[in-house]
């Protein structure tokens, strides 16, 4: 018998599986099969990369969300049989998220949404130190596409002025470089030169925003600053919505995948690829909005 029959036998004999799931097993790993001949590819052993390409191949079809996780479920437990069997030393689907959180996403701002936050938010007409740094850190979410812990973080030294770039120590401790717009620069420098001093006073501090205290702010309160700005504004926002638009307008303006899996530091481009649901679906509300057959 061939390996996808062998599975569907140890499924049924011994982990006594019904004979619909076991049916349900067979119709997604044959799919899967098939997905990989047509790329005249073998069936055992196959990259995550496979995976995610066949996850794509499902979403362009119009497959179910929850067809769509069925199917990965049944490859990941393929996946384990292989490692027990020992016909496979890796499981390439081992951290392989699960898309259920494309629907978690949080709703990415309008281009006119960010630029009133921008304009109006934290600062306003406002001159006090604080507010002004809580303005550049949203205007800096906004350019680069940072975590929160990200940015409350950086220092002094991960800034390069000159060639406008932020050298960015993301989850795992990994490093990145991520580009910053002219107009997040700007503010940055005379936020450096001036209301970080005002701050500080005479303390001394290697991080880049600053507490009186001289040190970095919490999540805590950067949630709570952004999400009153949001607020005030009548915008429901958070420090993820504005890493979320960033990434979402980048795409809408033609950015390629891998580019920005790189800005945003995803080890995996398939946590990348939940954005292309995102701006999949503006487009649709856009078209069903204006066009006149709609």
Not at 70 to 88: D, F, N, P, Q, T
Not at 106 to 121: I, M, N, R, T, Y
Request: glycine letters at 6%; proline letters at 3%; one cysteine or more.
């Amino acid at each position: 018998m061939d390996i996808l029959q062998n599975f569907l036998t140890y499924l049924a004999a011994e982990k006594g599986l019904s004979r619909n799931t076991v049916e349900s097993y067979r119709f997604d790993l044959m799919k899967f099969q098939g997905f990989l001949r047509s790329a005249e590819k073998e069936f055992v052993p196959f990259t995550r990369n496979d995976v995610v390409d066949f996850i794509e191949r499902l979403r362009e079809e119009g497959c179910a969300l929850s067809s769509i996780c069925r199917a990965i479920s049944s490859i990941k437990g393929l996946c384990k049989y292989l490692i027990i069997e020992h016909m496979v030393k890796e499981d390439p689907t081992e951290t392989l998220q699960s898309p259920r959180k494309w629907d978690r996403l949080p709703k990415a701002l309008s281009f006119d949404e960010v630029k009133s936050l921008l304009e109006q938010g934290a600062a306003g007409n406002s001159r006090d130190p604080i507010a002004v740094r809580d303005s550049v850190m949203v205007e800096l979410l906004y350019s680069s596409g940072l975590r929160v812990s990200e940015l409350i973080l950086l220092k002094l030294e991960d800034l390069n002025s000159e060639a406008g770039f932020l050298r960015v120590i993301g989850k795992g401790a990994k490093e990145r470089i991520v580009p910053v717009s002219m107009r997040a620069l700007e503010k940055i420098k005379k936020y450096i030169s001036v209301e970080r001093m005002g701050i500080l006073k005479q303390r001394r501090s290697p991080y880049l925003f600053v507490t009186r205290r001289g040190g970095p702010m919490t999540r805590q309160r950067f949630w709570q600053t952004i999400k009153q700005t949001g607020r005030r504004l009548g915008i429901k926002i958070s420090p993820h919505t504005m890493r979320h638009s960033f990434a979402t307008h980048l795409l809408e303006g033609g950015a390629d995948l891998r580019s920005l899996q790189k800005m945003l530091g995803h080890s995996d481009i398939s946590t990348t690829q939940i954005y292309t649901k995102v701006t999949t679906d503006r487009l649709k509300q856009v078209y069903t909005k204006h066009h006149p057959r709609a």
